[in-house]
Nanobody, 125 residues
Framework: VQLQAYGGGLVQAGGSLRLSCAASGRTFSGSTVGWFRQSPGTELEFVAAIRPRGDTHYSDSVKGRFTASRNSAKDTVYLEMNTLKPADTAVYYC????????????????????WGQGTLVTVSS
């Protein structure tokens, strides 16, 4: 299974971006997809996740601004990011677990089996 996250770029504070995550070798059906981010000198941080039935979960830092979704027809998962802040600057990764992850474990990077290469999001002030 290979994941590819794309859609990052440079945006001004207050702007929006949509990240996409596509998988080859496996469909997202039945899987949990997580979004994580890492900025230089910091640890990997959980951002959001979407579980097999479509329920979504977010970190407090992005709740109300970011939205995770899934297009089953295109077999793609998205992270819509609005009202971006400079603090959102990071490399964003999508990750996949080939079954359901319990809610309390969604933020644990070790729960995910496959990772994409990351896409850089830069928010200028």
């Amino acid at each position: 299974v290979q994941l590819q996250a794309y859609g990052g770029g440079l945006v001004q504070a207050g702007g929006s971006l949509r990240l996409s995550c596509a998988a080859s070798g496996r469909t997202f059906s039945g899987s949990t997809v997580g979004w994580f981010r890492q900025s230089p000198g910091t640890e990997l941080e959980f951002v959001a996740a979407i579980r097999p039935r479509g329920d979504t979960h977010y970190s407090d830092s992005v709740k109300g601004r970011f939205t995770a979704s899934r297009n089953s027809a295109k077999d793609t998962v998205y992270l819509e990011m609005n009202t971006l802040k400079p603090a959102d600057t990071a490399v964003y990764y999508c990750a996949l677990k080939t079954n359901q992850v319990i809610i309390t474990a969604l933020q644990m990077s070790r729960m995910y089996d496959y990772w994409g290469q990351g896409t850089l999001v830069t928010v200028s002030s």
